[in-house]
């Protein structure tokens, strides 16, 4: 049996989205900034998928740009921002527990641009503290950057009431979220949220890789990071990438159709699974298990088992899994997310994440348990003490 349980880092395609993303490369192929007939069909995809993106998040079409994927996106989110509002002030904020598209972001706005930062502390399920964001607030405040959904524990941020303390404080201040794991698993509505900028990813939601979007609401001030022929008002230069928009636009249509039904599905098999992992000594499942935590991660801990041969000896069997955030890099690192809830030291080696899609199957993971029963008192026996 095969079992892919590494969804966070990416998706499989819808099989809809790979025929019309095919038929885009190969025979809806113009340009969107051509004149002729072949333009304006290329044109027409950017249009729709606007339009459908516009729609799940009743926001106006013009104000979604497409762009690489989640880290440009939050790069053009932040650095954009910043420099466009660096004349109000010169304060940013952010979590300790954000992915390393905002944070490697922050510390170049912090050492290269000079701008301060702030990074808010989290409790030991990951929830950031409202009461150290209220502190953090001044007058110099710019920009407010807090994720939707943690992509190592699946903590749930209270994003909501954050950008309203925000609000309140400071209307003009701006507040993003990247909502890469949060888009296609939650109704997220901006505009009624307080949230100004929203990152999402196509290839988390079985869309194709190298698409993304960000909402800009139409208030924001933001400068341009990637500058040539002017495309998408200027915001994003570059020929646009059609067929990943067209794919990305698709796909956010299929995931949300039925939603409550598959995020049930998925949070039926995901307390199934830590109930089988309970059963296993010396486990620990970090972040929250309840409603305040996505129904398609689990971040598990297991004592004396180092991760990285545990991923490996599951991959021999047919599992495939994540160490943690598969987006930073192929090479085991210890996690910053794991200090920054302050797990046990014996744990930050020794973790692995379990994520979950509409495709998972209450057989797969009772198989993945049965080998995680076999093979972790083996490698237990075998580990250094």
């Known amino acids: 049996m095969e079992v892919y349980l590494d969804n966070s880092a990416t998706t499989m395609c819808y099989p809809e989205v790979g025929e019309l993303v095919y038929q885009v490369l190969c025979r809806d192929y113009g340009n969107p900034s051509s004149m002729h007939r072949k333009g304006v069909e290329a044109e027409h995809y950017i249009r729709q998928s606007k339009e459908t993106l516009a729609k799940l998040l009743k926001v106006n079409a013009k104000e979604i740009y497409f762009t690489s994927g989640g880290t440009e996106s939050d790069n053009l989110a932040l650095i954009g921002c910043a420099r466009?509002?660096?004349?109000?002030?010169?304060?940013?904020?952010?979590?300790?527990i954000e992915h390393p598209a905002i944070l490697n972001t922050m510390r170049y706005l912090e050492e290269e641009e000079g701008f301060r930062v702030t990074y808010l502390p989290v409790d030991a399920q990951g929830k950031v503290s409202l009461e150290a964001l209220k502190e953090a607030l001044c007058p110099e405040t710019i920009l407010v950057s807090i994720m939707y959904v943690n992509n190592e524990v699946g903590t749930v941020q209270p994003v909501q009431e954050a950008a309203q303390i925000v609000k309140r404080y400071k209307p003009s201040i701006l507040f993003h979220t990247d909502a890469v794991q949060g888009f296609g698993k939650y109704i997220i509505y901006p505009k009624r949220m307080g949230i100004d900028l929203l990152t999402a990813s196509g290839h988390k939601i079985h869309g194709p890789k190298g698409i993304g979007f960000l909402y800009i609401d139409s208030k924001v001030k933001i400068h341009p990071i990637v500058f040539g022929g002017e495309q998408q008002k200027n915001i994003r230069s570059g020929t646009e990438n059609v067929p990943g928009i067209a794919g990305l636009g698709l796909a956010a249509k299929m995931i949300y159709q039925d939603l409550g039904v598959k995020t049930a599905l998925m949070r039926e098999l995901k307390e199934h699974f830590i109930e089988g992992i309970r059963k296993i000594d010396h486990t620990v499942i970090h972040g929250m298990t309840d409603e305040?935590?996505?129904?398609?991660?689990?971040?598990?801990?297991?004592?004396?088992?180092?991760?990285?041969?545990?991923?490996?000896?599951?991959?021999?069997?047919?599992?495939?899994?994540?160490?943690?955030?598969?987006?930073?890099?192929?090479?085991?690192?210890?996690?910053?997310?794991?200090?920054?809830?302050?797990?046990?030291?014996?744990?930050?080696?020794?973790?692995?994440?379990?994520?979950?899609?509409?495709?998972?199957?209450?057989?797969?993971?009772d198989y993945t348990l049965e080998t995680l029963y076999n093979c972790i008192p083996m490698l237990r026996r075998f580990t250094r003490r």
């Open 84 to 96: 466009a509002n660096r004349r109000a002030g010169n304060h940013l904020i952010t979590t300790s």
């Open 292 to 365: 305040g935590s996505a129904p398609h991660i689990i971040s598990v801990g297991f004592a004396g088992v180092r991760s990285e041969v545990l991923l490996h000896t599951l991959e021999d069997k047919g599992i495939y899994v994540s160490s943690g955030s598969a987006c930073s890099s192929n090479h085991p690192a210890v996690s910053g997310v794991l200090k920054g809830i302050g797990a046990p030291r014996e744990y930050l080696d020794a973790t692995l994440r379990f994520s979950m899609s509409e495709f998972t199957t209450k057989e797969e993971i």
